[in-house]
């Protein structure tokens, strides 16, 4: 079934009152153009004035794209190269979180939606907070508080991400981006390194910083966007999963080819840097993925043989850098004395430990560790290598900043952020969505890779990392909503069993068009649809369906559900040739769909026992005690065991504009729109589909088109305004499937 989203479709940009709102926007950046040239206002000012009112409309106009381009710009810190290479006001820094929350505002107080908050969200508030408690106790409280107002912008650019991106399309959309925005910025670095070219920055995209690479030899490392190659690197290997990712488990060819070209870029990327704790990192993420896909051993051999071929193209003094982590690993003083660097990071480490013996609680606050290195140094050989910067590890970093209340806190946030990402991985395997699953899994890896590089890295780029956390949470809350994939997304059956061929459904809502035009047009379009009949009768007479087998999870069926034999036994008829009858003769396919699962036993939320079968659309019900009276089949009332998300929409399309009807007497309840009335009334009415339990709602369709639900009892109908003037425009939402998928793993 289609995702349900709380927010409102957006208006379409050739809607009459979109257009008068772009005119007055034209008049009054034209009115600013002409007050910006009087003042005499810089020309980057000039260009952001006109463009504002504009953007704003857009981001309104289209949210889910806004927070795409949003998320990349945060990733490449695109925001700050305008403020620092193209002489954009510091605000410019803040422009798009200020934009984007005016959308997250809208959602608050006019739709009245909640803001989707977790587990990982509280752990996140409580990281502030010990942030903020450094504003009492801290020896510098306004690096304190510049921090805190960093975290703020963090946070705030994490909400964004969770909310918005609702489906698995617009996540995968987002991290396509991401990937792209990364393999160019990788590319350019390779370009630099390769050519000589490094006084070429590309407008900032591009910086480099020369310094040590061994004890004697200094060189030009590229430091991309953020112009230290350390975190550069850290921020490219973490996009090494998502670009394995799409190389082994995009749908079509040229995407994975595209994902393995950016895996390799990255990766040339982030060995350019030099960065010998983003090599380590590499190396793990390596590990991770060998592990998870337990790839043939000839593949292993075969890319053992490639790397040694690119030995050569490694840059000079590569080896010999990467030579002293096996140095310093071991405790080789000699090998820490000989380089600048290690015996910085030395001094770092043992004034951290120092700093944390003397503030084991609160630690010393956010960013106050250089004011107390020296005095932790003082008297020691190496206190003249240090350089008063944090320590050059994440996690001594928190211990000395914010105490064992800041491990705690990260400790919690980090195994929330895993059990996250198992319980998306579970569902998604639950439904079958191997796809998805397999995100969840490299989202993870990506995780390790960051946290591995943390070992040499302080937090002085953490958006990296509550980045991260928004993608993992975002995944989590599409898993929680998320149905089974439709059918023609399904894997196909001859997949299973190539030497059977596959029978070919007829799409269900290709029988609503009779059910909507009443008996005239039923025999009109029965007849046109008669060779199609025709053809799918031969065809399951000579073929043979294969059903797709359950996931091992449900091998075995609730404790509450057993299957019943498909026959009559003697005089008696069994409750599955009762099933197929009230199924012909009370509308079939068209109302009901197709049968997904075999006839089952049920205990009802009351207690009682009860003989079942799913269909697409319905659960047809049979309680033994109703023998031979009307109702002993009845329909399930699905609708109201599946979740219900979004809220009723001010304003209808056109196609469910006009007459309100309500179906109860009195008027009570939410009214139903004519051209789902239609369809109710046509195909059973009350008995089949129930009263109507919410008002219209919108949602959003995997592909990222609008389209309105309500829900009844038993059903619920969707309207999908792409398909207006045809018969596909409302459809019964596949209820029975989801629920047989969520309770039994899939059809069988």
Known sequence: MNQVSGLRPPPSILDPGVTRVFALLAVLSGLVVGLAVGLHLPQNLLIGAVLSPFLLMLIYARPHWAVLVYVVLVYADLLSILVKYHDFPPLARFAGAI??????????????ERLKMDVVTRWLIAYGVVVALGLVYARDTSLVATNLVEFIRNFLTYLIIVNALTTAGRLKATLGAVLAMGTLLALLSIYQSVTGHIDTDFGGLAQYRVSEITGSTDAARPGGTLGDANYYGQSLLILVPIGLYFAFEARHALARLGGLFATLALVGGVVFTYSRGDAVALGGIVVAAVVYKRPNPAYLVGAAFLLMLALPLLPANYLARLGTIVGAATGSRQAILTEDSLRGRAGAVQAAAGMFADHPILGVGRENYPLYQLQYLEGTGIAKYAKAIPPHDLYLEIATEHGLVGLVVVGGLLAAAWGALREARRRFLDLQRTRDAALAAWLGIGMIGYLLSSLFLHG??????????????????????????????????????????????????AYLLPVALGKEGTMLTMWKLLPFFREKQEQMQTQVQIPTPAPAAYAALDEHATEMPETVAGDEVLPVELFRRHWETNGGEAVFGHAIGPALHEVDTEGESLDVQYYRYARLEHRSKEDGTPGEITVGKLGLEVPIEGRPVSALPPGLQGRILHLREGHRGPGVPAAFYEVWRLGGGLPVFGNPITSV??????????????????????????QAGTSYAVQLAPLGAQVYSRRYGGER
């Not at 809208?106 to 739709?111: M, T």
């Not at 439709?486 to 029978?503: D, I, T």
């Not at 009892?713 to 305004?721: G, I, L, Q």
């Open 697 to 722: 709602v919108a949602g959003t369709s995997e592909e990222g088109q609008p389209f309105y639900l309500q829900y009844f009892e038993r059903a619920c109908f969707e309207y999908h305004p792409e």
């Open 460 to 509: 002085a780029f953490l958006y990296m990392l509550w980045l991260q956390l928004a993608l993992i949470v975002a995944l989590r809350q599409i898993a929680r909503v998320a149905g089974p994939l439709p059918a023609q997304q399904a894997q196909p059956v001859q997949a299973l069993a190539p030497e059977v061929p596959a029978v070919v459904d007829v799409p269900a809502r």
């Open 99 to 112: 934009m984007l929350s005016a959308v997250l505002g809208y959602r608050l107080i006019y739709q009245r």
